[in-house]
């Protein structure tokens, strides 16, 4: 067992031991979590036990942060990535994965798990896009009428909406208030990044503008991962509530991430956790993902293993046949 408090010092080891290859989506990680240490410190640890790879981070949180009721705010040990997107932060069997936790002292939650966990429960659902179009139009040729209608709807905006891609040095505060609206208004959210992530980070940005007096309406930040599933990810984005109502912003926003990844011909495009109706009605799948919570103290987690599945998050119930095509549904 090794633990790194950096995670060079992780690379570097597994470099020596000839396994990076094994890890490559860990591998494509490693210049964010970098940049996380510096801009979102937050006691960050990396374990390497025989062949499992764990991410940890100290936060208080409300372990069920997707319900209204019964909130259980604690300082516990995060098995994830210390940034709210929807990967998982560790790389090896299930089972040794919860063995690790369980011999770990105190409160521990593992989030955005792809398999179930004996006594876990279910997080908030990712959604995915599977891309199988050559242009934006072939996209929306291949859509059923009802949704073909939404979307063109939210499309007339874009005759007063201009966005363009801007450098990270043009981030700016006006971006960054935006953002913030959008913690504002999110439920217990995890983390609040500083600006000093969306100019330093080496994503893109897409910028939302009023044609006529060049305010700034919405951005959306992407990263396009080229591994073996060629990836495009919606990182973080923002937007006023009252600008979502005068121009649809936020249907344009997934609109322009939809345009964007067939642009660039990815095979999946990742959409992130929350707004399940919006991201499924422009044709994204639901992905479920998995959570673990376990306490050292056994009485604790005797009533912790009950409660959980009990609060799990309950997935969307409405099938939406979003395309012509029933086999995309």
Known sequence: MSKYKSINNLKNQLESMSALKSYENLYEMIPLLELLEKVNPCDQ???????????????????????????????????????????????????????VIQQRKGLKVLLNGDTPFKGGGKTLSTFVFENKYSSFDEYLDALRSPYRRRINQALKHRDSIEVRKINREDFNENHYKLYLSIMDRTDNPLETLPIEFFTSYEAELYEFINIKTKDVLAFIQLKEIKDKNDTLYFLFGGFRKEDNEAYDIYYNMLLKIIETGIEKQVKTIEFGQTAEESKLKIGCREKCKYLYVHH????????????????????????????KDSKRD
Request: with cysteine.
């Open 296 to 323: 050292s103290n056994p009485v604790l987690n005797f009533f912790i293993q009950h409660l959980v599945p009990l609060f799990s998050y309950k997935t969307y119930n409405i099938k939406h046949h979003v395309f």
């Open 45 to 99: 640890e990396y374990e390497l036990i025989d062949d499992n790879i764990i991410i940890s981070y100290s936060l208080k949180l409300n372990l069920f942060n997707f319900k209204n009721i019964f909130p259980l705010r604690a300082k516990v040990q995060i098995i994830g990535l210390p940034v709210s997107v929807c990967e998982k932060g560790y790389w090896g069997e299930a089972a040794s994965i919860e063995n």
